[in-house]
């Protein structure tokens, strides 16, 4: 029997939601505030789906089912099964938003909690100008901008209350529409 990709999402994260990735929240906690930050700021379902799964790659890694060690790579190549590039791109692209950031914005790289600057380090750091210039001209990037600053302030350790239930209706939303541009 085939699971649903709700039910699928909901059982990687019963599983490995409560692990921590170096923050002081876990990963269902940072799934949950990010796509409550993307919800109350207005975002559309694709970029609340988009804040909510982000980070699934780590999962996936946990799980031991991620073909790729960058889980934003892993994340992405999980999601493009069920999604459109209105969820997937901002995934794609939030790791490259951070070292974006980095670049153009002075006081962000010092505003970054302690695990997100280690691993800018091994992200690369933050992009030469040229870099920058370049993928700040990219169709909607700046929806993973976005998610990004949603990403950096998701960490909080007080709990949203929320349940990744909450999300199903936006998750609905974006796979039917999907569906319905894929038939038209």
């Known amino acids: 029997m085939m699971r649903s990709l709700p039910a699928e999402i909901a059982e990687l994260f019963a599983r490995w939601g409560d692990e921590h990735y170096g923050e002081d929240v876990s990963q269902l906690e940072h799934a949950l505030q990010c796509a409550s930050l993307a919800r109350d700021s207005g975002a559309d379902d ?60 002075p006081s962000y790289e010092a505003a970054l909690s302690d695990a997100s600057r280690a691993s800018l380090r091994l992200q690369g750091g933050a992009m030469a100008v040229g870099e920058a210039q370049a993928i700040a001209v990219r169709p909607d990037f700046g929806r993973a901008v976005a998610l990004r600053r949603w990403d950096d302030t998701g960490k909080q350790i007080a709990p949203t209350g929320a349940t990744l239930s909450v999300f199903d209706e936006h998750v609905a939303r974006v796979m039917v529409a999907a569906r319905r541009q894929s038939d038209g």
């Open 46 to 105: 694709a970029l609340v789906v988009a804040a909510l799964l982000h980070d699934i790659g780590h999962l996936l890694e946990m799980e031991g089912s991620a073909a790729s060690n960058r889980h934003e790579v892993a994340g992405v190549a999980f999601l493009s099964r069920f999604f459109p590039e209105s969820v997937t791109d901002p995934v794609a692209l939030h790791v490259e938003a951070k070292r974006y950031l980095c670049a153009v914005e």
